[in-house]
Every structure is written in C-alpha cells, then in structure tokens.
C-alpha cells in the first residue's frame, strides 16, 4: 500500500478538478489587489485637496520648497499663529502654507521634513501660519534655522526642495 493512499486528496495535492477552482481564487485575489490600489490612489486624492501631505507607501511625504525665516521678536514677522508667542531661531519650528497649515490644525503639530539635496530628514514643530493669501506660496514649508542646521544646509541658499508629512 502507498503512502498516498493512507491521507485525504485534498491534503496531497490538487486534482485536475481543482484547476479551475484555483483559477477563479487567483482571479479573486487579484480582484482585491486591485481594488485595494485604487483605495490608496484615491485617498492620496482626497487628502491632497483637504490640506493634507500626500505620502506614498514608501514614505516621501509632500513636495515642497523650504524657505528661512526668523522667528524671534523683531525679526520678519509678528508673533506666531498657533500661541501668539515669538520663538528662538534655534528651536525646531516651522510655518506652514495656508493649505498645509489647515486653519490652525497642525498648530504645535510635529513634521517631519528631508532634505532632497542632503537627504537628512528632521522633526520639527508648526507654531505658524505662512499666509498664501498675502504673498507666501503654497508649497511653502518656512523654517527656522535651526531646521536648516539640523539638515546641513546653508540659509544663504534661500529656497531648497524638501519632502513634508506628519511626523
């Protein structure tokens, strides 16, 4: 007597008749993969058009370009939005652009940005607004110069590509 006689056919392997089951389980596993990527494509969409960093899965985060500014009483601007306070210019703070910034949610709220020039990615906190409707673009991530520091980049530079999203 054979070992395969002594166990069950559906433990030792599939018949011919189990061809076209496995066919349409493969055709329903691909299905769902399929709709899974359109889920995630869709709401990268939606967070997009609310104000929100799209990230892939790979974790780029947003792009943006980051600007320096100065945070401390007498500086470029007024206090800041999120707590009416100025801040030193070597705390890891940032002010975001009016779509980013969201109406004060990502108040006091932790980014994280990297570099596409150095590569290092830094956490830092919003503690403003860098209004899009008197002047600032909308791709803005306005940052401290500690920020800069932190990622090994020079303030002389002005402007620099960045990737965003929350940390």
């Not at 008749?17 to 691909?30: H, Q």
């Not at 939005?81 to 070597?90: A, I, Y």
């Not at 503690?127 to 002389?156: F, M, P, Q, Y």
């Amino acid at each position: 007597m054979s070992n395969a006689s002594q166990f069950p056919k559906h433990l030792i392997g599939p018949s011919s008749a189990s061809g076209p089951l496995l066919a349409m389980a493969n055709a329903k596993v691909v299905a769902l993969l399929a709709v899974l990527a359109l889920l995630q494509v869709s709401s990268c969409a939606i967070a997009r058009r609310h104000g929100e960093p799209s990230s892939s899965l790979r974790g780029e985060g947003t792009p943006a370009v980051m600007t320096v500014n100065g945070f401390q009483r007498g500086e470029e601007g007024g206090p800041s939005e999120c707590d009416g306070h100025f801040h030193s210019d070597g705390d890891m703070i940032v002010a975001l652009s009016t779509g980013w910034y969201a109406g004060g949610r990502r108040c006091r709220k932790a980014i994280r940005i990297t570099s596409a020039r150095t590569g290092r990615s830094v956490v830092a906190r919003v503690v403003d607004e860098c209004d899009s409707r008197r002047g600032c673009r909308d791709n803005i991530v306005d940052s401290s110069a500690a920020v800069w520091k932190a990622l090994g980049l020079d303030t002389d530079a002005g402007e620099v590509p960045v990737t965003w999203s929350d940390a």
